[in-house]
């Protein structure tokens, strides 16, 4: 079975700081692979995907940048962290097929992210 | 483009009552339709989703959901609330051409009373 993991499950950082978090994923092959934010109290935005190792596309401006090193390995970082930064970081991955819409994504258990 | 609008961002019932979640689609292709929950700092877990088969769709937990074309919506239900149920619940489209990329909404906080 495919399972997906986040770490760390929480942290803490000063603004101008240095982030790095990474995704792995288990069980699978090629996946999709996907960052979203969660701002409190708010729906989830779509950060960055990646359809392969080295494929990434944004899809929102921001001091955020994403990363796949490997096939089931997905990071995201900043040189500098703002406070607007803060929020619940999720990661995700589904299947690459021809009917991709109908394709499942499954999330990981997430980042607590507190930028201070 | 592609959107999603949850027309109600908190519901309180009682434990043992209906829940009904409404959720509103817009799309210029055939969507995929999904709904998920997400208890307190946790992810995302898939209740159920709807890909053109059959209009209703059962998922986990008890909770269907209908897909109407002619309404545009994809509305959440479960006969009898337990507590167990109280977390937020998103509503997702996601098609074909947008590269497979889903569209959230904004989420809908289910509260059980006991």
């Known amino acids: 079975s495919q399972t997906i993991h986040q770490w760390p499950a929480t942290l803490v950082q000063p603004v101008g700081s240095p982030l790095s978090l990474e995704c792995t994923v288990e069980?699978?092959?090629?996946?999709?692979l996907y960052w979203y934010r969660q701002a409190a109290g708010r729906g989830l935005q779509l950060l960055f995907y990646?359809?392969?190792?080295?494929?990434i596309s944004s899809e929102v401006p921001q001091n955020l940048s994403a990363s796949r090193p490997q096939d089931r390995q997905f990071i995201l970082s900043s040189k500098k962290l703002l406070l607007s930064d803060s929020g619940f970081y999720l990661c995700?991955?589904?299947?690459?097929?021809?009917?991709?819409?109908?394709?499942?994504?499954?999330f990981g258990p997430g980042t607590r992210l507190t930028v201070l | 483009a592609q959107s999603v609008t949850q027309l109600d961002s908190h519901v309180s019932v009682s434990e043992g009552t209906p829940v009904l979640l409404r959720c509103n689609y817009s799309?210029?292709?055939?969507?995929?339709l999904f709904w998920y929950v997400q208890h307190p700092n946790k992810g995302l877990q898939l209740l159920l989703k709807?890909?053109?088969?059959?209009?209703l769709v059962k998922g986990i937990n008890g909770f269907e959901a209908e897909f109407k074309k002619s309404e545009t919506s994809f509305h959440l239900t479960k006969p009898s609330a337990h507590m167990s149920d109280a977390a937020e619940y998103f509503c997702?489209?996601?098609?074909?051409?947008?590269?497979?990329?889903?569209?959230f909404g904004d989420g809908t906080t289910l509260t059980v009373k006991p």
């Open positions: 995700a991955w589904s299947r690459v097929s021809v009917q991709s819409s109908t394709d499942t994504q499954y």
């Open positions: 069980g699978t092959s090629n996946p999709n």
């Open positions: 990646s359809v392969g190792i080295g494929q």
């Open positions: 799309s210029s292709y055939s969507p995929s």
């Open positions: 709807y890909t053109s088969a059959a209009t």
């Open positions: 997702v489209v996601r098609v074909l051409t947008n590269a497979g990329k889903s569209t």
